[in-house]
Structures are given as C-alpha cells and as structure tokens.
C-alpha cells in the first residue's frame, strides 16, 4: 500500500469507511478503475485507520481489521489508500469544507461514493452535498446505486446480522468471497487432543465480529497451504468452559502451529453449539461433522 499525502497528479478517488468490501463496495472500486483508466489518472482510496463511530458514537465489531481491509482494496486494484485516525477534530469538519481539502490535496477530476455516504460534521455531507459543489470545485461526482442480494441491501451492517445468525453462505455472497477468521494458535486445554481430534485455537483480533456459536465448515490455510476442517466457536460447554474459543480441527494434518499464525475461511454452518453428556459423545459427533464435509 502507498499513501498519497498530497498529489500533483490528477486522480479519481472513492470516499468511505469499506468495513467489509462487499460486493457494493468493489463496485465502487471497478467504478473508479475504470474512470481512472479513462481519463489517465490515478485511482485511490480516501478512507479512515478506525471506524468514525468509534469517536462519534459505539463503534461496530469489524468485519476488516484496517490492515486486513486495506489488503482486500488492494486485491481489487488499488494501492493508492490515503487513511485518516478520524479524530474529535476531523468530525468538527463542515461538509464543505471536507471537500475542499480533498480537492486541494489529490486534485480529483472525478469523486465516487456510495448512495448513501455521508460526511462532515454531524454528518450532515452528503451525495446532494457532493453534487451542488461539483462546477465550483471542479470534480465530477459518480453515485454507486445500491446493490440487493434478494430483498437485502448488501452492507456492512447487513453483513453483521447475518454473521450473528451464523448465515455463512449468504455472508459470503454478500463479501464476495469467504468470511475469515485469522490469529496466532495458541495453547487451551487440548482436551480434543485426548480423544483423537487436536484442534488449532486462535486469538484473533478482538474487535472483529464472531459467527454465532456452532460447527462450521471451514477452510484453513496455513504456510501457503490449503486445508479442510471444521471450526467450533463456543464457550465448550460439555467441559463446563468459561470464555468464547475458536478452536479449529484441521483434517489430514499433523504437526506443531503453537505460536503459528493461520487463517480460517468460513463455508458453512453445520450445526449449532450442544452440551454432551460425554466426551466421549463428543468424538462421535466430530466424526459425523467431518464426514458431512468429506463426502
């Protein structure tokens, strides 16, 4: 990722916060490639290190950490990303005055953001505000429509919902690709060890947003590789657990991660969370989990 402070060349630029790059989101970003390829210029991303609800209310659980979210705009064809800390001070700008300092900064000859962005103090900018200044400051504004998948807008909130219900497959539909879990394995009780199934449990960024408590197929990529498993997000309440873990049994795999970092990539929901008379009912259902994916 390259930051552009200040630009002496021509760009088109997307405004917002891209929680999640959604699929409405990279069709903002395809919007603003293709402008930038038009018109000789260059595409960016003006967007924000933090959430603005973090200052300006209660911040959201992530679906993007801001690293993670800057990798994917990165994916889609821009490394030019400009990132703001949205700051007390920031959220006293006025409307007008926003837009003025990003014309001046990065010299846009074309602006585009979503149907329903909004900006400034109060949040009082919006797409009308961007429209009214376009012949005096000089830019063409470009307004992506929504985009439904069914009867849903897809965004970040909707998204949020629907990982709360564990409703993977049309999370998944709605980021365009598989929601993911990443984090550093490390050591718990290592009761699946016992009975035959050792699991990998993360800790993963704490303010990213958990699916619901249950049994996911899931895809696991660890040292550039790609395996099957099955991921339980719980509280283990057979063993009488205290604390939410993510704990991850990898299928045909053997070897030591403690301390490794690896990431986890959501299919689908298998069942929800049970409380096991036994341990040993538990190792019975971990083989019906895994023979439901291995078919």
Known sequence: ???LSYCNCRTVIALGTFDGVHIGHRMLINNVLDLAQKNSAIPMVYTFKNHPLSIIGKAPELILTADERNEEIEKCGIDNIYCVEFNKEYASILPYDFIKMIVESFKPIAIVVGFNY???????????????YEDELGYKLYVVDEVRLGNVTVSSSAIRRLLKAGDIKNVNKMLGRNYTLSGCVVKNKQIGR?????TANIETDKQKVLPSYGVYETRTIYNGKTYN???????NPTVNGEKTTIETHIIDFSGDIY???????????????????????VKEQIKKDIKSICK
């Open 259 to 281: 301390g490794k970092t690896i990431a986890v990539d959501f299919i689908d929901r298998i069942r929800g969370e049970i409380k096991f008379n036994s341990i040993e009912d």
């Open 194 to 198: 016992t009975i035959g199934f050792p």
């Open 118 to 132: 909004t900006f400034g103090k109060n949040g009082k900018g919006n797409v009308d505000t961007l429209k009214k």
């Open 229 to 235: 498993s099955i991921t339980n997000i719980g509280n």
């Open 1 to 3: 990722m390259s930051e």
